[in-house]
């Protein structure tokens, strides 16, 4: 029993966990949680939970992604004109999921294969991907079928689809963490030359975590879609940075192979948390940025601090196998 | 410990130079892409390469030098250092300097001294955060640049101002033929900073952080101060850009700066620095500076439409980095 507290408290998402609860009594305090909040919450927060999951998942492998944005950006104009121009619902959300997944292997083959800085690598694509969007959508517009926002927008037995399909995506990320791949995924994180003389096709398993970001990205861009009704080909720019910052709050090291997607989801709902409570504490609307930033660079000192004792016990284990080696 | 020494050995060691051709090697890809960039505009549009125009892009590009120098020093010093709160400050600076001069040129030393505070107060935060804390400079410069921004909107109410002294004004202006200020000042910085970090006791450490963090501890370089010295000047040179910029365009707006970010490492990268510390150079960073600038002139010489032109300028980048940055493969 004690153990397995010490394991839950030595976990690289406990800190944030602690911080989320923090603010969700404080919001709650402050103005209460109707259910249509709720709702509003996950439905608005969505595109960001689902980058984050994917960064999170590139990040552990050792890479970085700032390109996720703007392929929010360019799949939400996709999908928009797909709709528009008659498409069968359910086949515009697969092409759609398909040229996401495209667009990841894109990056995953510059960075994977080619071997080029992910940092630079992605700015490059990120530039791709939003001259694309301007492109096929030059401006925000389109119109999205009723029944497809009332579904994104309703709930199933009192939880809301969106969180739904967020748990089913960290169900996901959770599989392919337990998976040997998802071991290799940790192992490349941790050091790709010890991983490539252990017999891990490096290339392979970066390649392979950019493709799972794009399927998420993908995902996210269908949610933000329904709950915009339409497409913008500007609407993702903060999406990357702040998935990023999301990432780090929630215990996943930028260093790579530590952390894991769930804290990076907690790091998410805190990061949309704080702008709630910040508005809903009535802060004056033009210090409201400059108050959140300070918040989020307490929130990851702290974090950082905390972090300290705490290392993923894969991480451990693979060191341990590596020593006995 | 293996791996330290290889490190060691497989870096080009910044004190020691290399001779004849060799020192100038990493400069080649930027400048064959400049000449090559020249020709293909001036045949798109005739005129292209007309002094008035060419002096045009070079003003631009010493804007992005400048916060390029910014970037250059925290890449070099290693550890795979970036500051993504350049843009930010740069922004910041844009926006202080029509509210603290409003438009008097008396007022211009006082206002220029305020905001490079600032900014150096942004970069000494950013510098401790990475080197006392332990966060990683990508993460805390990254909230940096909110703090930042959100700094400037509660100061400035966000209002676009185009207060400005005439003074500050004329850096975009020809100085003699069709040489502008901001060019001269950017060289004239680039030159100063060069010298420092070729020379000075400073400078050296730099590299040498950069180059082997373990090996320079031991062997008794104060690591923290210079870490935390190169990311407060940073800051400083980053503000300082954010003043250039402004003067060169006249007005102020609160998201000015933001492109100029990632902007800044790439042109760092190009220019033959490398993103884990330790080599690299200003005059690189300069070319690199150019080559962003002249292939968005081009595209913007071709007429086309702004979405066709940032995707090309995106997989002229990506076909940059594939060309002149990819990493030592892992089969030794």
């Given at each position: 029993?004690?153990?397995?507290?010490?394991?839950?408290?030595?976990?690289?998402?406990?800190?944030?966990?602690?911080?989320?609860?923090?603010?969700?009594?404080?919001?709650?305090?402050?103005?209460?949680?109707?259910?249509?909040?709720?709702?509003?919450?996950?439905?608005?927060?969505?595109?960001?939970?689902?980058?984050?999951?994917?960064?999170?998942?590139?990040?552990?492998?050792?890479?970085?992604?700032?390109?996720?944005?703007?392929?929010?950006?360019?799949?939400?104009?996709?999908?928009?004109?797909?709709?528009?121009?008659?498409?069968?619902?359910?086949?515009?959300?697969?092409?759609?999921?398909?040229?996401?997944?495209?667009?990841?292997?894109?990056?995953?083959?510059?960075?994977?294969?080619?071997?080029?800085?992910?940092?630079?690598?992605?700015?490059?694509?990120?530039?791709?991907?939003?001259?694309?969007?301007?492109?096929?959508?030059?401006?925000?517009?389109?119109?999205?079928?009723?029944?497809?926002?009332?579904?994104?927008?309703?709930?199933?037995?009192?939880?809301?689809?969106?969180?739904?399909?967020?748990?089913?995506?960290?169900?996901?990320?959770?599989?392919?963490?337990?998976?040997?791949?998802?071991?290799?995924?940790?192992?490349?994180?941790?050091?790709?030359?010890?991983?490539?003389?252990?017999?891990?096709?490096?290339?392979?398993v970066t390649f392979f975590t950019y493709v799972f970001a794009g399927f998420v990205c993908g995902v996210g861009a269908i949610g933000l879609t329904a709950n915009m009704g339409g497409g913008d080909p500007n609407v993702g720019t903060a999406l990357s940075m702040s998935a990023i910052a999301s990432c780090v709050i929630g215990g996943v090291a930028l260093s790579g192979g530590k952390g894991n997607a769930l804290g990076a989801v907690f790091g998410s709902l805190f990061f949309g948390l704080l702008i709630n409570t910040v508005i809903a504490a009535r802060t004056p609307s033009f210090q409201q940025g400059m108050i959140r930033g300070i918040i989020l660079l307490v929130g990851m000192i702290v974090a950082a601090v905390l972090l300290r004792g705490t290392t993923s016990t894969r991480a451990k284990q693979l060191r341990n196998e590596g020593a006995n080696d | 410990m293996i791996t330290n020494n290889e490190s060691?050995?497989?870096?080009?060691?910044?004190?020691?130079?290399?001779?004849?051709?060799?020192?100038?090697?990493?400069?080649?890809?930027?400048?064959?892409?400049?000449?090559?960039?020249?020709?293909?505009?001036?045949?798109?549009?005739?005129?292209?390469?007309?002094?008035?125009?060419?002096?045009?892009?070079?003003?631009?590009?010493?804007?992005?030098?400048?916060?390029?120098?910014?970037?250059?020093?925290?890449?070099?010093?290693?550890?795979?250092?970036?500051?993504?709160?350049?843009?930010?400050?740069?922004?910041?600076?844009?926006?202080?300097?029509?509210?603290?001069?409003?438009?008097?040129?008396?007022?211009?030393?006082?206002?220029?001294?305020?905001?490079?505070?600032?900014?150096?107060?942004?970069?000494?935060?950013?510098?401790?955060?990475?080197?006392?804390?332990?966060?990683?400079?990508?993460?805390?410069?990254?909230?940096?640049?909110?703090?930042?921004?959100?700094?400037?909107?509660?100061?400035?109410?966000?209002?676009?101002?185009?207060?400005?002294?005439?003074?500050?004004?004329?850096?975009?202006?020809?100085?003699?033929?069709?040489?502008?200020?901001?060019?001269?000042?950017?060289?004239?910085?680039?030159?100063?900073?060069?010298?420092?970090?070729?020379?000075?006791?400073?400078?050296?450490?730099?590299?040498?952080?950069?180059?082997?963090?373990?090996?320079?501890?031991?062997?008794?370089?104060?690591?923290?101060?210079?870490?935390?010295?190169?990311?407060?000047?940073?800051?400083?040179?980053?503000?300082?850009?954010?003043?250039?910029?402004?003067?060169?365009?006249?007005?102020?707006?609160?998201?000015?700066?933001?492109?100029?970010?990632?902007?800044?490492?790439?042109?760092?990268?190009?220019?033959?620095?490398?993103?884990?510390?330790?080599?690299?150079?200003?005059?690189?960073?300069?070319?690199?500076?150019?080559?962003?600038?002249?292939?968005?002139?081009?595209?913007?010489?071709?007429?086309?439409?702004?979405?066709?032109?940032?995707?090309?300028?995106?997989?002229?980048?990506?076909?940059?980095?594939?060309?002149?940055?990819?990493?030592?493969?892992?089969?030794?």
């Amino acid at each position: 029993m004690r153990n397995s507290l010490m394991k839950i408290v030595r976990n690289t998402a406990f800190p944030i966990f602690v911080l989320l609860i923090a603010f969700i009594i404080i919001n709650g305090a402050m103005s209460g949680f109707t259910s249509s909040f709720v709702v509003g919450f996950f439905t608005s927060n969505f595109a960001l939970c689902c980058v984050t999951i994917g960064t999170a998942v590139i990040i552990m492998g050792g890479g970085i992604d700032v390109s996720l944005g703007a392929m929010v950006a360019l799949i939400n104009c996709i999908f928009t004109q797909l709709v528009e121009h008659g498409w069968n619902f359910g086949l515009a959300v697969v092409v759609s999921l398909l040229i996401s997944m495209a667009c990841g292997a894109l990056n995953g083959t510059v960075v994977g294969f080619f071997r080029v800085s992910p940092m630079l690598a992605t700015f490059g694509s990120l530039s791709i991907f939003s001259g694309l969007a301007l492109t096929v959508l030059p401006l925000p517009g389109g119109t999205m079928p009723v029944g497809f926002r009332n579904f994104y927008m309703g709930t199933i037995a009192g939880i809301p689809i969106a969180l739904l399909i967020i748990i089913a995506l960290l169900l996901l990320a959770f599989l392919v963490h337990r998976s040997p791949l998802g071991t290799k995924i940790i192992a490349v994180g941790l050091d790709a030359p010890k991983s490539f003389i252990s017999g891990v096709r490096v290339n392979s398993v970066t390649f392979f975590t950019y493709v799972f970001a794009g399927f998420v990205c993908g995902v996210g861009a269908i949610g933000l879609t329904a709950n915009m009704g339409g497409g913008d080909p500007n609407v993702g720019t903060a999406l990357s940075m702040s998935a990023i910052a999301s990432c780090v709050i929630g215990g996943v090291a930028l260093s790579g192979g530590k952390g894991n997607a769930l804290g990076a989801v907690f790091g998410s709902l805190f990061f949309g948390l704080l702008i709630n409570t910040v508005i809903a504490a009535r802060t004056p609307s033009f210090q409201q940025g400059m108050i959140r930033g300070i918040i989020l660079l307490v929130g990851m000192i702290v974090a950082a601090v905390l972090l300290r004792g705490t290392t993923s016990t894969r991480a451990k284990q693979l060191r341990n196998e590596g020593a006995n080696d | 410990m293996i791996t330290n020494n290889e490190s060691i050995l497989s870096n080009t060691n910044p004190v020691k130079k290399a001779s004849g051709i060799e020192r100038y090697k990493s400069y080649l890809p930027a400048a064959i892409i400049i000449v090559v960039l020249f020709v293909l505009g001036q045949i798109l549009s005739p005129g292209f390469a007309s002094a008035r125009n060419v002096s045009n892009i070079f003003a631009q590009a010493s804007i992005l030098a400048l916060v390029a120098i910014s970037q250059s020093l925290v890449i070099f010093v290693g550890e795979f250092g970036i500051d993504l709160s350049v843009g930010a400050i740069m922004s910041m600076s844009a926006m202080l300097m029509p509210f603290y001069t409003q438009g008097q040129a008396s007022a211009l030393p006082m206002a220029i001294f305020m905001v490079v505070l600032i900014g150096g107060l942004a970069g000494f935060i950013n510098g401790t955060g990475v080197q006392i804390i332990k966060i990683p400079a990508l993460a805390i410069t990254l909230v940096m640049a909110t703090v930042v921004d959100g700094f400037t909107l509660a100061f400035t109410k966000g209002l676009p101002s185009k207060a400005l002294p005439e003074v500050l004004k004329t850096v975009g202006q020809p100085l003699f033929g069709q040489v502008r200020t901001c060019i001269i000042i950017a060289v004239v910085i680039i030159v100063i900073f060069q010298l420092v970090l070729s020379y000075s006791r400073y400078g050296k450490s730099v590299f040498l952080l950069g180059s082997n963090r373990n090996a320079a501890k031991l062997t008794g370089l104060r690591v923290n101060s210079t870490v935390i010295i190169a990311f407060t000047i940073a800051g400083m040179m980053a503000a300082f850009a954010g003043v250039i910029m402004v003067g060169y365009v006249g007005s102020s707006n609160l998201r000015m700066g933001d492109s100029y970010t990632l902007m800044s490492v790439a042109a760092v990268v190009i220019g033959g620095a490398k993103l884990s510390g330790g080599s690299g150079t200003l005059l690189g960073a300069a070319l690199g500076s150019i080559v962003l600038i002249l292939l968005t002139s081009v595209l913007i010489a071709a007429g086309l439409s702004t979405g066709i032109r940032t995707f090309l300028q995106g997989l002229i980048l990506v076909m940059i980095l594939l060309f002149n940055s990819r990493a030592p493969k892992l089969r030794v």
